[in-house]
């Protein structure tokens, strides 16, 4: 099994604070992986170190083969980063920023059957700045996916959705996966996970505390102090409570 991105012992310091402190885990080339942890634990600096939009304080990043912030050129072509929908242009047309957007690459995607894939073509003809939530997140998720990139990226994929629009994302996701690509899924929400993950790792105060399947996560604390079958949501949450209270007791 090839690799599609090597994190190892990742650190990122700002100043003088320390964000990520190790933080280690291999992506597989055509995996769903996702990353989770509690806000501000350092998910996105992570992916922002794999884009090569950081540039690591120390340890390793290799994202097929490269070094992300020695070779932004290879790495943009080959990563497509899902943008926040509050940078889109909102006086451009859904049509007009996906052909700007593909001329940016030497191999685009054809953005009329893009548009199909991603359910814009409806759209074509509207302004971004009318696009509600779920249509700005399908534009966002086309444009990372314009330049034909080999990874793509997903930040918090389907916060503020509504459970239609969540479905439909999913199904998204299930096929462009399909189509190859390795998937970076960030989320906060559990059951998008265990749908769409076949591996995930946990961030906590900068550190990796697990990597493995969903199965692997539920495995770690399956049962309730009442016997009672746990959900995926509730081992994650066992986890993060258990290694807090051990990151608390190392810092006192
Ligand atoms: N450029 C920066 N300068 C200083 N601190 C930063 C910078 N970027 C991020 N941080 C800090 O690093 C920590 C991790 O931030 P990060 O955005 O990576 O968290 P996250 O896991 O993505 O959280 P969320 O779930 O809220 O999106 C936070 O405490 C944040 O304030
Ligand atoms: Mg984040």
């Known amino acids: 099994m090839t690799t599609a991105v090597e994190v190892r012992e990742l650190r990122k310091t700002f100043g003088s604070t320390e964000v990520l402190h190790d933080v280690t885990f291999s992506v597989r080339q055509g995996e769903i992986f996702g990353i989770l942890g509690p806000n501000g634990a350092g998910k996105t600096t992570t992916i922002e170190c794999i884009v090569g939009a950081q540039r690591p304080t120390s340890g390793t990043v290799e994202v097929l083969t490269r070094t992300p912030h020695v070779d932004r ?16 242009p909102n006086a451009l047309r859904v049509r007009e920023v996906l052909e700007v957007f593909a001329r940016l690459y030497p191999a685009p995607r054809d953005v009329a059957r893009l548009m199909d894939e991603t359910g814009l073509t409806p759209l074509a003809r509207a302004r971004v700045g009318t696009l509600s939530g779920g249509q700005r997140q399908r534009l966002s998720i086309a444009l990372a996916l314009v330049g034909s990139p080999r990874i793509v990226v997903l930040d918090e994929l389907t916060t503020g959705l ?3 629009a969540r479905l439909a ?9 399909g189509g190859g690509i390795t998937v970076l899924l960030v989320s906060h929400a559990l059951d998008e996970v265990e ?8 961030v906590l105060e900068g550190r990796t505390i697990f990597t493995g399947t969903p199965h692997e996560l539920h495995e770690l604390a399956p049962t309730a102090p009442d016997g009672g079958r746990r959900s995926l949501q509730d081992a994650y949450l066992e986890l993060i409570e258990r290694r807090s209270d051990a990151a608390g007791t190392r810092r006192n």
């Open 73 to 88: 050129g290879a790495i943009r072509q080959l990563v497509g980063y899902q943008l926040q929908s509050s940078v889109l």
């Open 162 to 164: 509504d459970p239609q």
């Open 169 to 177: 994302m999913w199904e998204l996701v299930e096929r462009v996966s």
């Open 195 to 202: 749908r769409l993950c076949d591996r995930l790792t946990v």
